[in-house]
């Protein structure tokens, strides 16, 4: 019964290759979330969709795709990796209220 | 814009002493502060927030307006309390419930 998902837990690309990362979450929340969590641990939001549309986009380079083919969903689907991205991504979601709950991460490696 | 920051990237304590983990934000708004917290192997998860002014864990804030601090305090620090600890402002943004991080501070708690 977990509330917040995230597919897969740990991916291993090449520079240039095209990747994936799902999520899922079974909340019934309206709002989710990615962020970038850094080497450093730095945790910075990069995109909340609500109720399917886009609603935050934080100056993120446009190779990095979020989809949200309904709201229990939203994938983020990047193209041409580069080493710079290797970081944990974690996806979160809420529903009328400030808190924000989160996925367990998916740490994505480029070689 | 909003700023978020923790000036410890590693605070280091033994069990029984007090901890204070410290942070401070920038924001032209009504501040909603958070504390998030992530322990080993774990996912992020709410501690506590400002507006509900209740103890989780031991662990208390308070907001500070004139300081524009919001620091994490527990009297007796628990070897269970190492984690990393991350202060967060929330700021509505068109329909969005966006929150600002700060850059974490890895609290260690030493026997």
């Known amino acids: 019964d977990t509330a917040v998902s995230q597919t897969p837990k740990y991916l291993v690309t090449q520079m240039g290759n095209d990747k994936s990362i799902k999520c899922e979450q079974n909340l019934g929340h309206d709002t989710m979330y990615w962020y970038k969590q850094d080497s450093k641990k730095f945790l910075k939001i990069m995109f909340s969709?609500?109720?399917?549309?886009?609603?935050i986009n934080e100056t993120v380079p446009n190779r990095f795709s979020p989809k949200s083919p309904d709201k229990a969903h939203l994938n983020l689907h990047i193209n041409s990796l580069e080493l710079g991205d290797s970081a944990v991504y974690f996806c979160?979601?809420?529903?009328?209220?400030?808190?924000?709950?989160f996925g367990p991460g998916t740490r994505l490696t480029v070689t | 814009a909003q700023r978020v920051t923790q000036p410890e990237k590693l605070l280091s304590v033994f069990k029984g002493a007090p901890v204070e983990l410290k942070c401070n934000y920038s924001y032209s708004g009504s501040p909603e502060l958070f504390w998030y917290v992530q322990y080993s192997r774990q996912r992020l998860q709410l501690l506590l927030r400002?507006?509900s002014r209740e103890s989780i864990k031991g662990f208390t804030a308070d907001l500070n307006k004139g300081e524009t601090s919001f620091h994490l305090k527990k009297p007796f620090a628990q070897e269970e309390d190492s984690a990393m600890y991350y202060c967060a402002l929330r700021v509505l943004t068109g329909g969005g419930n966006k929150l600002t991080f700060g850059t974490g501070t890895q609290l260690k708690v030493e026997l």
């Open positions: 969709y609500n109720n399917k549309e886009l609603i």
């Open positions: 400002h507006i």
């Open positions: 979160a979601s809420s529903q009328d209220t400030p808190e924000q709950y």
